[in-house]
C-alpha cells in the first residue's frame, strides 16, 4: 500500500550504528503493540487510536449543520478555548484556509489562549460591528484562561443580543456531565458537542473540538476525517512490517540517546507554522516529564535562517531537524523578467517561486548536514484536508509510541498544575469545599 507520509532517515543514520537501530526497532515493535493492545500506561486515553474508524456520521452531519447555522446567523466566529483546546482548530484553520481574507469572507478568531487584556478589549470591540458566535472548548470546564475571555464575550453578547439570539450563538464543546462549563451549557441551554472522555486535550483535534471551528472556517471534515483513516491503515500495528511513523519514533529516541535534546520542526510554508505549535504541545507534553524527553521547537525557512539560522550552522550542537515537506505547493507564481535587471534576478527568469523554495530546501539541508545536523525529512504530497487528517493522526501515532519508547506515559501532564497553583495563590482563588 501506498504510504502517504514518507519519511527519509538517511540524513541522520550517520549518527547512530546499526545494531543501535535494531535494537530500538525491537523497543518500537514493543511499544507500537502496546498501543494497538490497550496495555500499556495510560491506555485508558487511547481513544484516538480508533477515533477515525469509529467516528459516527451523525455527529459529523450535526457538526456540518451547527456550523451552516452559525453561518446564517454570524459572519464571525470566535473559538474560545487554550491548549489541546485551541491548537488542533488553529493548525487547522491556518494551514488549510488562504492566507489574505477580503471584508466579507466569514472569519474564525481565537480567543482565551492567552491572558492579554489588549487582545480582549480589542477584540471586544471589533466584534461590537459584526455579528458572532462563540465556540466555547475545554474539557475540564474549568481553565482560567478561556473562562475568562468567555466571560467577557458573554457580557458583550448581553449587551447586543436577546436571550434567545445568545443560546442559538454559543456553542459549548466540553465534558459530557461534569465541569463549570458543562453547567453553564445545561443551565442556559447552549448547544453542546461532548469532548470524549477518553481523549485527552492534545489527542483530540478530530473530536468536535477541533471539528466544528474546522468546519465553520469551510474546511471538509469528511475529507480530514478520511485522511486520518487512511493514516490509520496504513501505520496500523503489524508483526512484520514497519512503517513511518514506526521509524520516526524510532530514529528521534536514536538521536536523543546520542546526546541530540532539542528537536527542530521545519517547514518552509508559512501556513504550517500554527500545525508547529499543534506538534509541540502534542510531543512536550506526552514526554517532557521524569525529567526526560526532547525539548521541541519549531522554525519556518527561509524567514528564520534569517535569524536561527547562524546558530544552527554554527551554535551548540544540541539538535536534529525533522522537516516537514511539502511536495508541492497549491499555488505558484513565475517570476518575470525584467529590462533593467537591476536586482539581478533575471537569471531566474521562468522559474517559480516554489522553485527557489526548493532550492532553498535542498541547499539548506546540504548546509546543515555538513554542519554535522541530523536531518529526518517527513514527505507529504500537498497540502489539504486529507493530508491535515493524515498527519495528524501519524504524529498521534508516532508521539505515543516515542513516548512508551523512552518509559513514561505520554497521555497525562502533571507538570501542568504547577503553574496554576502558584497563579491561584496569588490570585487568592477560594478552594473548593
Ligand atoms: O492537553 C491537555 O490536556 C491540555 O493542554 C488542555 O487541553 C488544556 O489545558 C485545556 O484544558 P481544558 O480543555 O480542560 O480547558
Not at 22 to 36: G, L, N, P, Q
Not at 358 to 376: E, S
Request: proline share 3%; charged share 25%.
Amino acid at each position: 500500500m501506498h504510504e502517504l507520509i514518507g519519511i527519509d532517515i538517511k540524513h541522520a543514520e550517520n549518527h547512530f550504528d546499526k545494531k543501535a537501530f535494531e535494537a530500538m526497532k525491537t523497543k518500537v515493535k514493543d511499544a507500537h503493540r502496546s498501543i494497538f493492545e490497550k496495555t500499556g500506561p495510560g491506555h485508558e486515553f487511547l481513544g484516538w487510536h480508533d477515533l477515525p474508524e469509529t467516528m459516527n456520521d451523525t455527529l459529523l452531519s450535526r457538526i456540518k449543520k451547527t456550523a451552516d447555522h452559525i453561518h446564517e446567523i454570524a459572519d464571525t466566529l470566535v473559538v474560545v478555548g487554550i491548549g489541546g483546546s485551541y491548537l488542533g482548530a488553529k493548525a487547522a484553520v491556518d494551514m488549510l484556509s488562504p492566507y489574505f481574507k477580503n471584508d466579507e469572507d466569514f472569519e474564525v478568531i481565537f480567543a482565551g489562549h492567552q491572558l492579554s487584556s489588549e487582545y480582549l478589549v480589542q477584540l471586544t470591540q471589533v466584534l461590537k460591528d459584526r455579528d458572532f458566535a462563540v465556540n466555547v472548548i475545554s474539557k475540564s470546564g474549568t481553565t482560567t484562561e478561556p473562562a475568562i475571555a468567555f466571560r467577557a464575550l458573554r457580557k458583550l453578547m448581553e449587551d447586543k443580543y436577546t436571550e434567545n439570539e445568545i443560546k442559538e450563538r454559543i456553542i459549548a464543546t466540553t465534558d459530557k456531565d461534569e465541569g463549570a462549563l458543562r453547567e453553564l451549557a445545561d443551565k442556559h441551554g447552549f448547544e453542546t458537542f461532548v469532548v470524549p472522555d477518553d481523549i485527552g486535550g492534545r489527542y483530540s483535534v478530530l473530536t468536535p473540538v477541533g471539528l466544528l471551528p474546522m468546519a465553520a472556517s469551510g474546511i471538509d471534515i469528511d475529507d480530514v476525517i478520511a485522511g486520518a483513516k487512511t493514516a490509520m491503515d496504513v501505520y496500523r500495528y503489524d508483526d512484520e512490517s514497519w512503517n513511518a511513523a514506526e521509524a520516526y519514533a524510532a530514529v528521534r529516541n536514536l538521536l536523543y540517546d546520542k546526546g541530540k535534546k532539542v528537536e527542530l520542526f521545519i517547514n518552509y510554508e508559512q501556513k504550517l507554522n500554527a500545525f508547529t505549535e499543534w506538534w509541540k504541545q502534542l510531543f512536550a507534553e506526552s514526554e517532557g516529564k521524569e525529567n526526560q524527553g526532547l525539548f521541541v521547537s519549531g522554525a519556518s525557512f527561509s524567514t528564520d535562517l534569517h535569524s536561527l539560522g547562524q546558530f544552527i550552522q554554527q551554535g551548540s550542537q544540541i539538535f536534529f531537524e525533522t522537516i516537514l515537506h511539502v511536495e508541492k505547493p497549491n499555488a505558484d507564481l513565475m517570476i518575470e523578467k525584467t529590462e533593467d535587471n537591476l536586482d539581478k534576478l533575471n537569471y531566474l527568469t521562468g522559474k517559480t517561486v516554489d522553485y527557489v523554495n526548493d532550492k532553498a530546501y535542498k541547499g539548506t539541508m546540504q548546509a546543515h548536514k555538513d554542519a554535522g545536523v541530523p536531518l529526518i525529512v517527513i514527505d507529504v504530497e500537498n497540502i489539504n484536508a486529507r493530508s491535515f487528517g493524515s498527519l495528524v493522526y501519524f504524529f498521534e501515532l508516532a508521539c505515543a509510541i516515542s513516548g512508551y519508547v523512552l518509559g513514561v506515559n505520554p497521555f497525562n501532564q502533571p507538570g501542568v498544575e504547577a503553574y496554576k497553583s502558584k497563579m491561584f495563590a496569588l490570585l487568592g482563588k477560594p478552594k473548593v469545599s
